[in-house]
């Protein structure tokens, strides 16, 4: 990397040719106040607050300068200290921006800026102009009276996780944060990933489900993954008291880059599902509360008779499959049987270098929220879209041609005009598969993988189809169904489901984030799930468990 | 020795940054062994301040006429004017009103109430007339030092007047300056 000299406070010194001043101040340490600018989001310099100043009384943004030789910059004269205030009055004095009765006071890029800059009053009378709050999205609050109109929203939204909901309608003082055209942020085609929510630095757009559970600051943070799809996202957990307060996703996760969905940022705050907290044994057809010793006795007994078949759901952590496994040997089954004989040859990323994207039978803003986003993201870097599907698909409208199932060969075979085609897909009917085969090698497949540690089932052996036995022992968090003719059922399950009453012995266990242990992706990425919240006090995990029936 | 006077008083507030100068605890007796006289305060017997004092202390926002005359009255009074909290720095909590009229907010304070029955709007002289726009103190008069916080954390208005009685201009940075 080519190297220039240039002139900070005075000093002289080289930086890398192609970076910004911010970032090079940034890197020497150099404190520069910034609003608009987000180390994850293309800089636009809207705000004014990083301006430096490269000649006496010239002021320019310093996200969106890049370093020159010979540039001489001020980044601490009068001039610069005076122009950083008078920005921030001028965004203090628009809207409302009082802080006391904010929720998210104390969690404010805006108000801390304040702060740095010893903003003690405001210098400009305030504007009393009443602003809409639109309450109509499931997860998502929108002030506009605390909204700065620095865009931030509408870079994730578009350019990071590609749905392109948001933008700004009118111009100057009237310009307004808009979804779509100018409907609703509920009504609109917002599929409620949150980043938006994730890069306001104010209280305009905040979560509803996190709403006065207490601020980022007060709360710990855990880095972990998400495990309720095979993509295994990087999820950052801030929990207060055993409770979870929000949910962001980990910029630094190579496989989502921040980008979460809904199922995984706002799923586990909107969960009201009942959890089972003590095991029970059926006493005089009834489910009645035991000890563990008691249930664990009982359950060892029913194993005993050497007539029982497992189940176990591929959303659970390796070892516990494992563990699984060595209880029960080869009479073990996966719930979320299937078969994928194409393989997986592609990455998500390289979704994004594709030119022709086949999406086959799949919801992706439904299901797979982050593969569709990454999906998005390339259609706006003009890859070709072409959407298999019976039914109706949300990536439909963004698609250049559409195909029922039928005609699946057809979409191939265009997709294999392309230089690098990538096939997304998730059945494994046979019709699918065959003709996928035939094109093995000629495109990148990525199989949607049906539960989140599905390839890790496979790596420790655990396989499909069993032979039906009398007694049947099912270890997954969510059980709806039992299978018909069974004499006992053993459930090691988490919450209350039509099912549970039909069982013989219950085994409390956790939920993903009380859980810990390895997974591995759709793409074959083994990661860490860590544990965030303690579970309920009479709640074991699945390995403790386990091990009690191993005799271990 | 010669007495600093201080006075304060309130306009469209809550009291409750008058709690923290009571929430000076030990630290008031410290200030008046250092030399400071409360002149006047509502907390107070007295509550007019003499002609002249040292220290004006003003909580909440300028809400009615009466309260412009206040605030007049005290800047005349005080050689320094301190606006704390941020009703009386920022217009605060109290600027609400601001985005109805007059009229619809007397209307639903005083008839609309879900709790009220037969509910009038009082007329009393006593009582003063709203402005069209609730404002900060320092829209009305000169303001010479601000101490926002809602209320202001009673470290802050101890650190202020101890600043001004020893001489020095306060400057409130880190944990003393806060808006909420």
New interface residues.
Partial sequence: MALVNIKINGQTTQVEEGKTVLEVLKEMGIDVPVLCYHPKLPSIGACRMCVVETRPGVLQASCTLPVSEGLEIQTDSQTVKKARKFVLSLIFSERNHYCMYCEMSSNCELQDLGYSLGMDHFELPTYMTKFPVDTTHEYILLDHNRCILCRRCIRACSEVAGHNVLGISQRGIDSMLTADLNVPLGESSCVSCGLCVQVCPTGALTDKRSAYLGTRKESELVKTICANCSVGCGIEVYKKANNIVQILGDWENPINNGVLCKLGRYEPLSDVRERITQPMIKKNGKLEPVKWEEAIDRAKEILAEGETAGYISASLPLEVLSKFKDLLGDNVGLLENTSNPVGNSGKLSDILNADKIVVIGVDLDKNFGVVGSFVKRAIFNDSELIVVDDRTNSLSKFARLLYQMKDLDKAIGNALTGNNPVIIYSQTDSSIIDSLSRISGKAKFIWLAPAPNYLGAKKVGLNGNIISKKNIYIVAPYIDKLPEGINKAILQTSYYTPAVKSADIILPSPIWLEEEGTYINLEGVEQRLTRVLTPPKDVRSNIEILSSLLGR | MKKITIATDWLDGCSGCHMSILDMDERLVELIKMGVELNATPITDFKEPSEEVDIGILEGAVSTDHHIEVVKNMRNKCKLLV?IG?CA?????V??R??FPVEELLRRGYIETESTVDGKIPTSPEIGKHTK?V??V??IVK?DF???G?PPRADAIYYVLRELVEGRKP???GDL????
């Fill in positions: 606006a941020d720095v920022f217009g605060g909590i600027t609400m601001n985005y726009l404002k900060a320092n829209q303001v601000y101490i926002p809602c400057l409130l940075v300056l806060r808006y909420d």
